[in-house]
């Protein structure tokens, strides 16, 4: 019913910068509060920044604080992540995803989301 598509993902040299969509079906996209995650190689899934329903409030990962921001448009139903100062650490298969209720907080939990995109690869290089 409800579908995210990412997109905004590539390869990107160290200190650049990227900035990944995420669009999202459903009428009550401005209810929900929102969430980037991340996967690398060998990892398991990590938050990456969280952003509440209105766009009020965030949070972010410490290793991307100062880097990134979460930001949204619930005109257009689409929620941005702007990517500065890339690490190769950074890189990853990004998703974005929806908290499981209506008005609920930000949540760094992957439990926390019921629905997720596909992913964007991004890709760093040193």
């Known amino acids: 019913q409800v579908q995210l598509v990412e997109s905004g993902g590539g390869l990107v040299q160290a200190g650049g910068s990227l900035r990944l969509s995420c669009a999202a079906s459903g009428r009550t996209f401005s209810t929900y509060a929102m969430g980037w995650f991340r996967q690398a190689p060998g990892k398991e899934r990590a938050f990456v920044a969280a952003?509440?329903?209105?766009?009020?409030?965030?949070n972010y990962a410490d290793s991307v604080k100062g880097r990134f921001t979460i930001s949204r448009d619930n005109a257009k139903n689409t929620v941005y992540l702007q990517m500065n100062s890339l690490k190769p650490e950074d890189t990853a298969v990004y998703y974005c995803a929806r908290r499981t209720a209506i008005f609920n907080r930000m949540t760094s939990g992957v439990s926390g989301y019921d629905y997720w995109g596909q992913g964007t690869q991004v890709t760093v290089s040193s």
């Open positions: 952003i509440a329903c209105s766009g009020s409030s965030t």
